[in-house]
């Protein structure tokens, strides 16, 4: 049995699945990824941006650097992998199918995911540094830094950023539906940055098998019981199709 008809037998037979999704995800619909050769990082280094320490040294170069995202993903729509994993939870049910994202673009909201844990946050949420306002932001450009109208500090992107802890309560649902999934699909992420890389370790010390989508070999790639090499655009379709 292929590879993809094993993977479509494991899936068929699971009551609780969970999909890891990164931005390799979001790259058929034109979104850069972080690290691939064409990478959002290419020009510059992780540090350099998405860091509290960056925002505090030059935050209206970090806001340009959202502002240019915001922009490039306002013009994008979700591609035939988040449609296909959308009509898959459609088909699971209640508590069936819980897509764990780092992506911030929303693409799986478009797509009509429901059970969507978004653990990095969300690019078009804008927050307070200082209170607890923020507000779903449509802002693409600026020429300086937004301050808040409660308090007057400085806004910043709705986003979690390195060094910064994940929003609890999101991170603790991603955990708690991984250690209750048959199946854990890892799908077009680079599988570098934690704690979200090691929902992999997780699922694989507690016997859940997990399915791996990527172009090339990643460090999720040992664990993973079955590794489908291709896009996630061609790959999802395919695999999750009735
Ligand atoms: C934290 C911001 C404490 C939003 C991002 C161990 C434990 C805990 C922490 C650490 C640890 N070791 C190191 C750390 C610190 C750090 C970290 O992981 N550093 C790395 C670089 C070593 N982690 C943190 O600081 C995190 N906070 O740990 O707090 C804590 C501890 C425990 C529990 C809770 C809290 C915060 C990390 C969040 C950082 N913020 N983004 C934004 O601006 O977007 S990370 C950034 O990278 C994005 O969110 C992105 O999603 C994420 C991961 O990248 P990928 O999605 O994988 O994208 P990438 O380009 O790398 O890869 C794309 C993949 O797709 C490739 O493999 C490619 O081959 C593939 N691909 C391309 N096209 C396709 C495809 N696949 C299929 N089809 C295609 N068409």
């Known amino acids: 049995m292929n590879a993809l008809a094993e993977a479509r037998r494991i899936l068929a037979a699971a009551e609780r699945v969970v999909a890891v999704t990164g931005a390799g995800l979001s790259a058929e619909s034109g979104i850069p990824t972080f690290r691939g050769p064409e990478g959002l990082w290419r020009q510059y280094r992780p540090e350099q941006l998405a860091t509290p320490e960056a925002f505090t040294g030059d935050p209206l170069l970090v806001w340009e650097w959202y502002y240019w995202r915001r922009e490039r993903i306002s013009q994008c729509v979700p591609n035939p992998g988040h449609i296909a994993l959308a009509e898959f939870e459609a088909r699971q049910g209640p508590n069936g199918f819980t897509v764990v994202t780092q992506n911030v673009d929303g693409l799986h909201g478009s797509a009509g995911s429901r059970q969507v844990l978004a653990i990095h946050g969300d690019i078009w949420i804008t927050r307070c540094t200082c209170c607890s306002y923020q507000f779903?932001?449509?802002?693409?450009?600026?020429?300086?830094?937004?301050?808040?109208?409660?308090?007057?500090?400085?806004?910043?992107?709705?986003?979690?950023?390195?060094?910064?802890?994940?929003?609890?309560?999101?991170?603790?649902?991603?955990?708690?539906?991984?250690?209750?999934?048959?199946?854990?699909?890892?799908?077009?992420?680079?599988?570098?940055?934690?704690?979200?890389?090691?929902?992999?370790?997780?699922?694989?010390?507690?016997?859940?098998?997990?399915?791996?989508?990527?172009?090339?070999?990643?460090?999720?790639?040992?664990l993973a019981d079955i590794v489908l090499t291709g896009q996630s655009g061609v790959i999802l379709p395919e695999l999750l199709k009735k």
């Open 136 to 222: 779903r932001d449509r802002k693409m450009d600026g020429t300086f830094v937004p301050l808040c109208p409660e308090c007057e500090a400085p806004l910043r992107p709705g986003v979690v950023w390195f060094g910064e802890d994940l929003p609890h309560l999101v991170w603790d649902g991603a955990v708690r539906a991984v250690n209750r999934a048959q199946v854990l699909l890892v799908i077009g992420t680079s599988s570098v940055v934690y704690p979200a890389a090691g929902l992999t370790g997780l699922a694989k010390n507690q016997n859940t098998r997990v399915i791996e989508i990527n172009l090339v070999p990643t460090p999720a790639s040992p």
